[in-house]
């Protein structure tokens, strides 16, 4: 039987600070009906001045290995490599993850970062997977971790309705293909012709550090809304079929969809694309908001929580983001103890 990926625990974890709708229109030109009605958002949570995305990974990282713990015994928390999915990370240099890893006890195993905005969990995903197929790792800890509200523009209305902070996390480990849990296949893709329309422009070796402040607002997050709604639901949607066409599964087949969660109005369109029912479709996005690399873990988090996500339940994770950059996996849901 061939060595795959099986997911064994999942976990999560949110900043105290919770911004509702009502919150944001004092402080800026919006109100609860807009933000509601165009992006299906009620609230967001912040980090605290001083709270970085290492924090929220670290937490996060526990509570999924404390679940594994719960699901598969003491020995099921002993991972042997660390995957983070982030674009806030702590510093620009060097990675995030050794230091995660480093906190949680973890020892001198492998950890790096990937970067690949609201797609940077399926790429870690995949990536830990195939480390895990190969025989390079046994266990792995995957982790998306994201504090976009320490990058957004403050008086920029639109990027501050959408994004939130938090992280979501899940271990994995070796095993067979017909066990509950098995990542069955992944479909990854990229289009760089679409790079400036998710960006932050300053800071890097293209805009160089200057000994003043960088100009016009270019170190903060910037978004092309429109073309970026167009592109998550074609690529979401092209990516989902193909990878549904790869295993032999059908839309109506899949029992529950977890998207990244970027504007229900994505969501929607991406099951109308797919033929979906409602019912197909997880969405924690109004209480979370776009989370980017944490979506699609804390997701499945509060679908497990809430009985949404049932063991044998026929799953498919898609996500889309900058870079441009999209990713889809599959899964049938295993029994899992969770927090
Ligand atoms: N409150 C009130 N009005 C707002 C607003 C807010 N928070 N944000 C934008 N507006 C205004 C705009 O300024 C514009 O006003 P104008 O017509 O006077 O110029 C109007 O609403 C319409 O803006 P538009 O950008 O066309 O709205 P939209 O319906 O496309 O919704 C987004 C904007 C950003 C919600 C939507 O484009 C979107 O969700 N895009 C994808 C975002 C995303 O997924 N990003 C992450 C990708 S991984």
């Not at 060595?3 to 105290?16: H, M, N, Q, T």
Request: with cysteine.
């Amino acid at each position: 039987m061939s060595r795959v990926a099986v997911l064994c625990g999942l976990g999560g974890a949110l900043p105290a600070t919770a911004v509702s709708n009502e919150e944001l229109a004092e402080q800026l030109d919006t109100s609860d009906r807009w933000i509601r009605t165009r992006t299906g958002i009620g609230r967001r949570h912040v980090v605290a001045p001083g709270e970085a995305t290492s924090d929220l990974a670290v937490a996060a990282g526990r509570d999924a290995l404390a679940s594994a713990r719960r699901t598969g015994g003491e020995d099921a928390a002993g991972v042997d490599l660390v995957v983070l999915a982030t674009s806030t990370p702590d510093r620009p240099c060097p990675a995030t993850a050794p230091d995660v890893a480093h906190r949680l006890g973890l020892g001198t195993v492998p950890a790096f970062d990937v970067s690949a905005v609201c797609t940077g969990f399926v790429y870690a995903l995949a990536a830990a997977a195939s480390m895990i197929t190969a025989g390079v790792a046994e266990r792995a800890l995957v982790i998306g971790a994201d504090t976009f509200s320490t990058i957004l523009d403050p008086a920029d209305r639109t990027t501050r309705a959408i994004f939130g902070d938090g992280a979501g996390a899940v271990v994995l480990r070796a095993g067979g293909a017909d066990e509950p849990g098995a990542l069955l296949g992944f479909d990854l893709g990229s289009d760089g012709s679409g790079a400036d329309l998710i960006t932050v422009r300053a800071g890097g070796s293209r805009q160089r550090s200057t000994p003043g402040p960088p100009g016009d607002g270019d170190h903060f997050f910037t978004m092309d809304g429109r073309p970026v709604f167009t592109r998550a639901v074609l690529d979401m949607s092209r990516s989902s079929q193909a990878l549904l066409d790869r295993i032999g599964w059908t839309p109506a087949e899949v029992d529950k969809v977890v998207a990244h969660q970027a504007n229900i109005r994505i969501l929607n369109a991406v099951g109308e694309q797919l033929g979906l029912e409602e019912k197909q479709i997880v969405a924690n996005l109004d209480r979370v908001g776009n989370t980017v690399a944490a979506s699609i873990p804390l997701a499945l988090r509060d679908a497990a929580a809430d009985g949404e996500l049932r063991p044998g339940h026929r799953v498919l994770l898609t996500g889309f983001g900058g870079g441009l950059t999209w990713g889809s996996a599959a899964l049938v849901w295993p029994a899992l103890e969770t927090g």
